[in-house]
């Protein structure tokens, strides 16, 4: 073999990320690939149910390049051309992302010459969100991308010869996709984390009702645990810190992949008598004093937190709060705010940071925010000119998973000593030692001092934020 043919030789295997992925497959991966039906034929319906980090979407995207190239390492499966989906929970946030994912294991040898990767925007073949591969008799197959959310609309009219499902998608969206690649008798493999979504109707599906009801197929499942046996490519010190860092509440499905995971208990583990704050354990130097506010319309839905923090030390002191006893308007609002500052021997001047809940005034009918309209207020409770207000009231960071990263943000800080509230906050207090999750029925009454303290204390307290954001007082 001469120089430039061993050369090509070994420029195709490194850019074979395939071949790559069989050598550094874990054991659970491979079981996954592996799963064969009675006849000892590649098992037509396959789920793997694993932890976050586990390696589960690699094992999903390796699986999705077999079948596109028409080559499998564990059992004969249809040869190409043909055309897959690839279905995705939330396609327009998570398409990088999901090609992050099949860029690790692709086979670059087989990626036609129309079909590009970028790492901001994933792969393009003449512009669309698609992949074509070429197989080895140069026949194109194609793998095309939907939304487990969206309108079913995209799902509908297409043949295809395989699936795959990353996370849970909607209930119709799940039924649309099956019945596309029913027609050829196709593959179907779901990987996931049951969390984050409804996900009843799946486990109906797979592994029947409540009541012994039998599921509506059958199917191979393989589960991938959050543990260094399970995940020899992760250190276990890097195990041990993910594990460490979720709630007692979401714990079961985020290490076991679990398909319940709400626990008998309250969601703030950390909560305990170590965390009230006593006068005498104000701490000895300079601190911030920041305020922090939910909006709401019912009584007892205005609540208010005061604090002081360290944003050095990433801890805070809940030193009081004010709720409103009936359905308040803002002036009252402000006005509360305001004596709960005198009463703790504070003015607005003291104020260095305030976070508000970004609703709009149902009780006002102003085309403004709440948090606007509470800066005037307070204003002219002090005399001042509106359009020069004491203080500066940010809106709420929002989103997806937000919730839940704040709750995990303040439990961590209950466990390492660096949240303490003082026994005058008795709504909070109630929240932090009652609150299982819940958005409904009793438990909805006890999320506005959580959602308070969410908002103003998560950037001093998550270390992971680069510095909590000072404000400047007018």
Known sequence: MDLATLTASLE?????????????????????????????????????????????????????????????????????????????????????????????????????????????????????????????????????????????????GATISWLYIDEVPTERSWSEALSRVSVRRGPVWLTMTPIGRPTEYLRRHICGGPNGEPPNEEWSQTVIKLTPEDCPHRSPESIEAQVNSYLDSERLQRVNGDWEGVSPGRLFSGWGPQCLLEDDQLPHREVGIGMTWDHGEAAGRELCLLYAYDEESREAWILDECASEGRSTVDQDALAALEMLERNGLSIAAVDRAHGDVNSPGKNSVLTSVNKLLEESMARCLGMPTSRPPINIVGARKGPGSVMMGCRVVNNALLSGRLFVSPKCTHLIKGLRHWRGGKTGAEAELTHSIDALRYGLVPILDPRARSAHRLAVR
């Open 12 to 156: 195709r295997l490194n850019s074979d990320r395939l071949a790559q992925y069989w050598e550094r497959a874990t054991p659970k991966q491979l079981a996954f690939h592996g799963s064969e039906d009675a006849l000892g034929m590649l098992h037509p319906r396959r789920l793997l149910i694993a932890g976050n980090q586990t390696g589960k979407s690699s094992a999903g995207s390796a699986e999705a390049w077999c079948h596109a190239i028409g080559r499998h390492p564990f059992h004969r499966v249809n040869p190409s051309p043909g055309l897959g989906f690839v279905l995705v929970a939330d396609l327009e946030n998570h398409y990088p992302m999901i090609c992050t994912k099949l860029r690790e294991s692709e086979p670059s040898w087989a990626l036609s010459p129309a079909t590009s990767y970028d790492a901001g925007r994933g792969y393009r073949t003449r512009g669309r969100r698609l992949i074509e591969v070429q197989d080895a008799t140069g026949q194109p197959s194609l793998i095309e991308f939907r939304s487990g959310e969206g309108s079913t609309i995209a799902l509908a």
